[in-house]
């Protein structure tokens, strides 16, 4: 059964602190995906990778940063934690073609509170 | 251009009755529309998804109703069971573009 891990399915951290949020595919696809998820607000992408060691913003990238070293690997960092980060924090991965797009896959989420 | 819509935000359906989510685009470029569902505590999964050459698609008692004169798609859920409450989302994108564009999300309830 083809899979995405999060790390961590809670997280309690201080404001201020850096916070790594760590996702792993094992389905060799290209795509990875971070989101987050608020109530009332549906899904927004925050990055997404389409290969190792490239990166691309998505539409709330402020106070986050990613790292994919590893194709199957998809870091999220808060550098500087926020109340306002507290949220569910989902990571998916996708596989595409170059005329074809396919299903993402998601992890099951990593629930993040800062206090 | 690159919204899609999505409605109601939220429903509630007796057992055994059709649940019904709409979702309209603007993109003409969209050609690939998935539905995912959402239990609580669990990431989104593919549910079912059509591309615009047909207008219908089934699987067991899930259908996607799509009507591309009028940039609409429909999730039909018939005999509506209590395990079908979840979030339900559209989303749409171009096979040239492997990002998907999302609904804000319908919270189905299925009443016994």
């Known amino acids: 059964d083809v899979k995405v891990t999060q790390s961590s399915r809670y997280l309690v951290k201080r404001t201020g602190e850096k916070v790594f949020l760590e996702c792993v595919q094992d389905?060799?696809?290209?795509?990875m995906f971070w989101y987050r998820q608020d109530p009332g607000l549906g899904l927004r992408l925050i990055y997404f990778s389409y290969d190792v060691k490239m990166k691309e913003k998505g539409d709330i990238p402020e106070g986050y940063s990613v790292s994919r070293e590893k194709k199957e690997r998809f870091s999220l960092i808060l550098e500087s934690a926020s109340t306002n980060q507290t949220s569910m924090y989902l990571c998916?991965?996708?596989?595409?073609?170059?005329?074809?797009?396919?299903?993402?896959?998601f992890g099951s989420g990593t629930r993040l509170t800062v206090v | 251009q690159q919204q899609v819509k999505q409605s109601p935000q939220s429903l509630i359906v007796q057992k055994g009755g059709i649940s019904i989510i709409n979702c309209a685009y603007e993109?003409?470029?969209?050609?690939?529309f998935p539905w995912y569902q959402q239990f609580p505590g669990k990431g989104p999964a593919l549910l079912i998804a059509i591309r615009p050459d047909v207008s219908e698609k089934k699987e067991g008692r899930f259908t996607i109703s799509f009507n591309k004169s009028a940039k609409q798609f429909s999730l039909h859920i018939m005999d509506s069971q209590p395990g079908d409450s979840a979030t339900y989302f559209c989303?749409?994108?171009?096979?040239?573009?492997?990002?998907?564009?999302w609904g804000a999300g319908t919270k189905l309830i299925i009443k016994p």
């Open positions: 993109n003409t470029a969209f050609d690939y």
């Open positions: 989303a749409a994108s171009m096979d040239s573009n492997y990002q998907l564009i």
């Open positions: 389905m060799d696809h290209e795509n």
């Open positions: 998916a991965s996708s596989w595409s073609t170059r005329d074809t797009n396919y299903g993402y896959t």
